[in-house]
C-alpha cells in the first residue's frame, strides 16, 4: 500500500485545515487508518484512528478534530479545527491492523505516508 498525504500548510491560531491521505496498491477498506504527528524536536505521537466503525483522538485535539474515511476513494481525511500552534508538527497517515489495545502505538501500523507539514502561527 502506498499513502499520499496532502493539505498541510501555513495557517494563524484558530482556523482549520483539512488534511488527506490517498492510498493506492492494497485493501484499503479493510485496514485500520491512523493519523500521527511529529511535532519539531519531539518524537511521533498519535493523533486519531478510525477502526471499524469507530474513532479514537488524543486528548489534546478531542473536539477540534475529526477523522474520516472515504472507501470508495481509498482516502482517509483529518479536519482540523481551532488550530494551535502547539498543532504544528509533520503530519503522517498511516494504515495497519493493531488490535484495539494497540490503536495508539505507531509500530502497529505497516505503511506510512510521507509527512505533511501543518505549521501554525499565532
Known amino acids: 500500500v502506498q499513502l499520499q498525504a496532502s493539505g498541510g500548510g501555513l495557517v494563524q491560531a484558530g482556523t482549520s485545515l483539512r488534511l488527506s491521505c490517498k492510498a493506492s496498491?492494497?485493501?484499503?477498506?479493510?485496514?485500520?487508518v491512523a493519523w500521527f504527528r511529529q511535532p519539531p524536536g519531539k518524537e511521533r505521537g498519535f493523533v486519531a484512528a478510525?477502526?471499524?466503525?469507530?474513532?479514537s483522538y488524543a486528548d489534546s485535539v478531542k473536539d477540534r478534530f475529526t477523522i474520516s474515511r472515504d472507501n470508495a476513494k481509498n482516502t482517509v481525511y483529518l479536519q482540523m479545527n481551532s488550530l494551535k500552534p502547539d498543532d504544528t508538527a509533520v503530519y503522517f497517515c498511516?494504515?495497519?491492523?493493531?488490535?484495539?489495545?494497540?490503536?495508539?502505538?505507531?509500530?502497529?501500523?505497516?505503511?506510512w505516508g510521507q509527512g505533511t507539514q501543518v505549521t501554525v502561527s499565532s
Open positions: 498511516a494504515v495497519g491492523c493493531p488490535i484495539t489495545s494497540s490503536i495508539r502505538d505507531s509500530s502497529m501500523y505497516y505503511y
Open positions: 478510525f477502526k471499524g466503525g469507530t474513532t
Open positions: 496498491g492494497g485493501a484499503f477498506s479493510t485496514y485500520t
